[in-house]
């Protein structure tokens, strides 16, 4: 099976301000993905973090708002940018591979914006 | 993918088997179901997954009906620990495509 590590757990921002998400993985994988859970909901997908190009996003979601780094093929950031207190939410990192029969999930990163 | 229908909640009495239905009558041949777990504050957790004929791991059995347009995931003696949201997902490949979720199971385990 494959370990996410995702950072940080938890944090509080303010509004406006901008932040970053790391995952991390134990081994290479092909795809990584990150989702979006807003409170008392389900996951929604917001973009497939692409290894050398540029992420591939769900409609709803834009680069700018979140812009996705994946340098190599065990780690990729997600940044929430310019946030308002609807962007409190949980964001997983999601993790799959064709050696693999199903994908794993980081523990996630709770943030809320006030 | 295909879309799926799941009750919005369920209880089971502790010691029991925890039956949680799902119906995905719109499946293809080539589509997979797969559970998946989400213990309170926790990321996403895999159960079990199957294309038609049943399976059991140690964790839970997946039954799937012969004309494969719904499945029921049990688990067979429940706990507390069990207590969680269960989400039914359909998919193509096994292995590297992406999860659509939709809105689940939330199962109550009562003492």
């Known amino acids: 099976s494959a370990v996410i590590s995702q950072k940080p757990s938890r944090d509080i921002c303010q509004r406006g301000t901008s932040l970053t998400i790391q995952c991390q993985v134990d081994?290479?994988?092909?795809?990584m993905f990150w989702y979006r859970q807003q409170p008392g909901q389900s996951l929604t997908l917001i973009a497939t973090?692409?290894?050398?190009?540029?992420?591939?996003?769900e409609s709803g979601f834009v680069i700018d708002k979140f812009p996705i780094s994946r340098p190599n093929l065990t780690f990729s950031t997600l940044t929430v940018s310019n946030m308002s207190p609807e962007d409190s939410s949980i964001y997983l990192c999601?993790?799959?591979?064709?050696?693999?029969?199903?994908?794993?999930f980081g523990q996630g990163t709770r943030l809320t914006v006030v | 993918d295909a879309k799926t229908t799941q009750p919005p909640s369920m209880d089971c009495a502790e010691g029991r088997a925890a039956n949680l239905p799902c119906n995905h009558s719109t499946i293809s041949g080539n589509e997979y179901v797969y559970w998946y777990r989400q213990i309170h504050s926790q990321g996403p957790q895999y159960i079990i997954h199957?294309?038609?004929n049943n399976e059991t791991n140690e964790m839970a059995s997946l039954i799937i009906t012969e004309d494969r347009k719904s499945s029921t995931l049990i688990l067979p003696h429940a706990t507390l620990r069990d207590t969680a949201v269960y989400y039914c997902i359909v998919r193509v490949s096994v292995g590297n495509e992406k999860l659509t979720f939709g809105t689940g199971t939330r199962l109550t385990i009562i003492p």
């Open positions: 081994s290479q994988v092909t795809m």
């Open positions: 973090a692409n290894q050398g190009s540029e992420a591939t996003y």
């Open positions: 199957g294309l038609k």
């Open positions: 999601s993790v799959a591979d064709s050696k693999y029969t199903e994908a794993f």
